[in-house]
Every structure is written in structure tokens, then in C-alpha cells.
């Protein structure tokens, strides 16, 4: 199958302090990537949508200037938690869309703010 | 709307026994269901999907599941355990094999006992 990517794996940081997570799809184009969030012991919330080139589409109750998505290319969209908090804490998944509508998943990013 | 319920959080099984997983879906548009594992700290792995073909779909790692329509269910099946079936398995709903995001649900952890 087709191979999804995310960096870095892990990340501790600061409160206050912003993140990025990168994920990218390694052997194909992807003009939709999703980005979920799994918290502890609980399933996966789509986030948000990514498209190449276009602004993000965020699920109601994410808040778009706190977790900024970025597609710049076809094969990467990286999502920014700024000025994170303890409450941020998780894990981040992200999905990438084959051009054959196939969806592959990222090995996911932990993220643990202090 | 699309909604997935997962029954039993925790499923625990002996080596050798029949795992059963159970999910039971809502959709208002013919389903596409899919089963992931989940192994601590990874990502998910695709273990199966029906995208509306055979109502029994066979997988990796010996699992298989059966869609039936008349019940909404889509129950993840594999005839002998092993120690390394242990993980968290999501069962997902989407309204097609890759194009919109899936919907998960909770998660049912299986402990296989030696």
C-alpha cells in the first residue's frame, strides 16, 4: 500500500510555545489530506480536511487559529499548534487521500505540552 | 449523519479461542466499513474494508467480517487468537472507500491471554 509519513514522532514542549507536524505522502499525490486527534484510551475526531492549494476545512468546535493547517504541495500538509497548552496534549494523526480515493494513515505524532 | 458503535471496550480472549469484535453502523447512504488495529504508540493498519462487493471480506492476519445489511452490523472475526492480536481495533464508517473522511468508533481493546 501506499506510505504516509509524519515528523516527528513525538514532540514535548512548553506551554506557550508552537509546534508543527508534518505529514507527508511518500510515493504518491495526495490533494486531500484529514487530520484527526485521539486522546487517551478514546477513538480518533477528524479535525479538520486539507486541500492542496486551498484553505483547510475545520470540523465545528476546532478552533482554526489555534491549529493551522497548511497543504502547500501535494505531497505535504503540516498542521501548527500555536501556543500550546497542556490540554493540546495528544495524539495527532494524520490521513492522506490516494488519487484512486484510498485513504492511508501517518503513524501518528504524540504531543505532550509541559 | 454516519455513526459506528463498538460493543465492549475491552474484549479478553484466550490463545487459540475465536475473537469476536462486534460493530454495528448507521449511515443514510450505502456504507463503506472498514476495520483497523491500533498497536500502542503506532498508527492505524488496515486490516479490512467492504466497499459494497462480497458481504464477506477476508484480511490480514487471518480476520475476516461479514456485512449484513438487515442487522447494520459489521463484526471483525478471527478463528484462533495469538499473543500478537493484542491491540485496539476501530471499527470506521465513510460514505465512500476514501474520498470523505471516516467516522470511528470508540475502540475495542483485545487482550489475549496465554
Known amino acids: 500500500g501506499a506510505v504516509v509519513s509524519q515528523h516527528p514522532s513525538w514532540v514535548i514542549c512548553k506551554s506557550g510555545t508552537s509546534v508543527k507536524i508534518e505529514c507527508r505522502s511518500l510515493?504518491?499525490?495526495?490533494?486531500?489530506m484529514f487530520w484527526y486527534r485521539q486522546f487517551p484510551k478514546q477513538s480518533l475526531m477528524l479535525m479538520a480536511t486539507?486541500?492542496?492549494?486551498?484553505?483547510?476545512?475545520?470540523e465545528q468546535g476546532v478552533e482554526k487559529d489555534k491549529f493551522l493547517i497548511n497543504h502547500a504541495s501535494l505531497t505535504l500538509s503540516t498542521l501548527t499548534v500555536t501556543s500550546a497548552h497542556p490540554e493540546d496534549s495528544s495524539f495527532y494523526i494524520c490521513?492522506?487521500?490516494?488519487?484512486?480515493?484510498?485513504?492511508?494513515f501517518g503513524p501518528g505524532t504524540r504531543l505532550t505540552v509541559l | 449523519a454516519q455513526s459506528v458503535t463498538q460493543l465492549g471496550s475491552h474484549v479478553s480472549v484466550s490463545e487459540g479461542a475465536l475473537v469476536l469484535l462486534r460493530c454495528n453502523y448507521s449511515?443514510?447512504?450505502?456504507?463503506?466499513l472498514f476495520w483497523y488495529v491500533q498497536y500502542p504508540n503506532q498508527g492505524l493498519q488496515l486490516l479490512l474494508k467492504?466497499?459494497?462487493?462480497?458481504?464477506l471480506v477476508k484480511g490480514i492476519n487471518g480476520f475476516e467480517a461479514e456485512f449484513k445489511k438487515s442487522e447494520t452490523s459489521f463484526h471483525l472475526t478471527k478463528p484462533s487468537a495469538h499473543m500478537s492480536d493484542a491491540a485496539e481495533y476501530f471499527c470506521?464508517?465513510?460514505?465512500?472507500?476514501?474520498?470523505?473522511?471516516?467516522?470511528f468508533g470508540k475502540g475495542t481493546r483485545l487482550s489475549v491471554i496465554a
Open positions: 449511515s443514510s447512504v450505502p456504507p463503506y
Open positions: 490521513s492522506a487521500r490516494t488519487p484512486y480515493n484510498e485513504q492511508f
Open positions: 486539507s486541500n492542496e492549494g486551498s484553505k483547510a476545512t475545520y
Open positions: 470506521a464508517v465513510s460514505e465512500d472507500s476514501g474520498n470523505t473522511p471516516l467516522v
Open positions: 467492504y466497499t459494497s462487493a462480497a458481504t
Open positions: 510515493d504518491f499525490q495526495a490533494t486531500t
